[in-house]
């Protein structure tokens, strides 16, 4: 029989305060700056990861973030160091945006012995536990489960933590989903389910799947709050994360975010994304796209020139570039490692 995790009469949360940052006002010029950078390095870094795959140099699956930025770097803008994140397969703007190396990301994709999970793991299986990222995930939904256990944790050692579950519009109507959601709301987790509504599941739109399209409302029959959020513009994404971490932090349980975002490229890079017409992305692009609407407010309020968005567009091209030539030259993982990795004795 399960068990309500323990509430510490003193938390353990460590030296470091854990109070929100929605206490600011509002993003500094610096940190937009930062935003729209973090938002190009994951955008580079998945088109040179598109090229490699174009080259063979990438096997498996391989399903890009392009698009999507503004979602996991305004998430992780409002984060504290002992917050955890777990997501699915879509899930190389997560590492980034988690502060793991570029290069140890790219060398995984191409299954280098540098990669982070040694060149075994690929796209969809990489983590670190040293950035509080607990994996991609390749089972539709799996995460789900494995992210409301994290927040258990998060509440059973009282360490001040909450657990950003990512997860997509074609996995909300997975049983193991409303599962989760229930356990977490009896037991008062913190827990933050971030849905990442790009508005096709594969290839299938969200009007075809889901007879209720306004997902936030999915956790409405176990008490759980949930909000709509644009997810293409970063500070709105950083302002509900903001809110939804400070519920978190105060013992009031989970919240669910429904971010409203979109992919350019297709599922997958073996998706030719047919079921949907070129006018329709390249309109998203034109009117929507997160990192240019970034740039544009930051031109206007005249925290940077045309000049210093190229510097640094300059500078993120070449941390791509030379993430990729590190991955080309690192080792491919030995045959011996086979059987590391396998089994952990406790």
Same mark, same amino acid.
């Given at each position: 029989? /399960? ?9 353990? !949360? ?29 955008? +580079? ?33 409002? /984060?504290?160091? $002992? ?13 980034? !945006? ?30 670190? +536990?040293?950035? %509080? ?39 909300? %109507? $997975?049983?193991?989903?409303? *599962? ?15 849905? *990442? %509504? ?8 969200? *009007? ?11 956790? !409405? ?5 949930? *909000? ?11 302002? !509900? ?5 400070? $519920?978190? +932090? ?12 979109? +992919? ?41 020139? @045309? ?14 570039? @030379? ?24």
């Amino acid at each position: 029989m /399960a068990r309500s995790p323990k509430t510490p009469a003193k938390s353990k !949360a460590p030296a470091k305060s854990t109070a929100s940052k929605s206490s600011k006002s509002g993003p500094t010029p610096d940190e937009l700056k930062q935003y729209y950078r973090e938002m190009l390095v994951i955008r +580079r870094f998945e088109e040179k990861a598109g090229q490699l795959y174009g080259m063979g140099l990438i096997g498996g699956f391989c399903h890009l973030y392009i698009g999507q930025e503004a979602v996991v770097v305004g998430m992780q803008a409002a /984060a504290e160091p $002992q917050d955890t994140v777990i997501t699915s397969y879509r899930d190389h703007g997560h590492m980034l !945006a988690c502060g793991m190396d570029p290069k140890g990301v790219m060398a995984e994709l191409t299954g280098r012995r540098g990669g982070y999970s040694k060149g075994k793991g690929g796209s969809m299986h990489m983590f670190s +536990r040293e950035k %509080n990222f607990f994996g991609g995930h390749g089972i539709v939904g799996a995460q789900v489960p494995l992210g409301t256990g994290l927040a258990f944790a998060h509440k059973y050692k009282g360490d001040g933590g909450v657990c950003m579950v990512y997860f997509g519009d074609g996995a909300i %109507n $997975q049983g193991q989903v409303y *599962e989760s959601f229930n356990m977490a709301a009896i037991w008062n987790l913190p827990v933050i389910y971030v849905i *990442e %509504n790009n508005k096709y599941g594969m290839g299938t739109s969200i *009007e075809r799947t889901s007879k209720t399209p306004d997902l936030h409302t999915r956790g !409405a029959a176990h008490g759980i709050p949930g *909000e709509p959020v644009d997810g293409m513009d970063v500070i709105a994404v950083q302002e !509900a994360a903001a809110r939804a971490l400070k $519920q978190c +932090r105060e013992g009031k349980g989970p919240v669910i975010l429904e971010m409203k975002t979109y +992919r350019y490229r297709g599922h997958s890079m073996s998706d030719p994304a047919k079921y949907r017409t070129k006018e329709e992305v390249q309109k998203v692009r034109r009117e929507h796209d997160p990192i240019d609407t970034l740039a544009h407010k930051l031109l206007e309020a005249k925290v940077v020139t @045309e000049d210093d968005l190229k510097a640094i567009d300059k500078e993120v091209k070449a941390m791509a570039n @030379e993430a990729a030539e590190f991955a080309q030259q690192s080792p491919e993982p030995d045959v011996s490692e086979l059987w590391t990795d396998v089994l952990l004795e406790a």
